[in-house]
């Protein structure tokens, strides 16, 4: 059997699940998540529990938060005057608001907190702070060419 291994391309299905069951991700059935171990291209704990699998291995997998997406960083969390904010944009908590920064680049920010005055912006991932549940089909192992 072919097991997978660091620098091995892999082809997975998955589905990601919250705490109360709420699917937050899963891979489309016409398309597999493709990538090599090792190279950073998913989340730590993804990673972890893909390495050392069998192809056409399947296994349920929950990953903290530290190796998902982290804890949030109370210096992401910023209060802005509402009034800087265009009255043609909606504000609703738990909505995202597109930000264009100085030098050009998007920021997408979730709307935390909204007061007469005040609106609390959050730039956290949307899933810092949750432990994540994964169930994980191995698909397809292909050997790094080097070994």
């Known amino acids: ?6 620098q091995d391309t892999v082809k997975v299905h998955y589905i990601g699940r919250l705490n109360d069951n709420t699917i937050f991700d899963q891979s489309p059935e016409d398309r597999p998540l493709h990538f ?4 950073q291209e998913v989340i730590a704990g993804f990673e972890d529990a893909v390495e050392g699998m069998y192809q056409g291995e399947s296994k349920t997998v929950t990953i903290p938060c530290e190796k998902a ?3 949030s960083k109370p210096e992401l969390l ?5 009034s800087i904010i265009d ?9 995202q608001l597109q930000i264009t920064k100085h ?7 979730m709307v935390r907190e909204i007061t007469e005055e005040r609106v609390t912006l959050d730039a956290n ?4 702070d949750k432990d994540l549940t ?3 089909k191995m698909l397809e192992v292909k050997k790094n060419q080097s070994e």
Not at 1 to 6: H, S
Not at 103 to 109: E, R
């Open 36 to 39: 090599i171990i090792g190279r």
């Open 1 to 6: 059997m072919i097991r997978a291994a660091k």
């Open 103 to 109: 030098d050009g680049s998007v920021l997408y920010v």
């Open 78 to 82: 910023e209060q802005v005057d509402r």
């Open 69 to 71: 997406y982290g804890i």
């Open 134 to 136: 994964f169930e994980i």
């Open 125 to 128: 991932h949307p899933l810092a």
């Open 87 to 95: 009255n043609n944009v909606e504000l609703q908590v738990g909505g």
